[in-house]
């Protein structure tokens, strides 16, 4: 039995719940409302695969407070790719990738070419905040909550 306080316990779950709701509705969003994931999308899914992991690991592997601010750190780092993005779909700035303008050569017309999928354009938002935005928003504030509440002592 581990001898974490509650608001560790707090924070070894929501580094497990967190990134597990996130990809979920990621996946929700691609496969059941037709919302395919531009590559600065993946760029966001990475982290939490591994904060996914590390929150396991805080279950299992001692001390867990490392593990689960690590994955703290994780899900912060996707906060911090969908801050870029954002910004990118907001045009406030340029990305670093080919997906924000259209590849010379690409057939448009074929219908069984594979979507394109433009980083610099969200493909919905609510309130005018896009997928990346709430990301970036949960994430971070989720992520920099988890790092806080693991470091804190009984």
Partial sequence: MDNLGPKAKGARLLAVLVPAALLGGAYIAQYAFGLPPCE?????RYPHFAALALGLAAYVMKPPQVWTALAGLAILTSG???GFHAGVEYHWWEGITGCSTLPSGIDVMNPAAAPLIRCDVAQWDLFGISLAGFNFLISGLAGAAIVALAAHRK
């Fill in 80 to 82: 911090l790719i969908g």
């Fill in 40 to 44: 600065m999308c993946w760029w966001q």
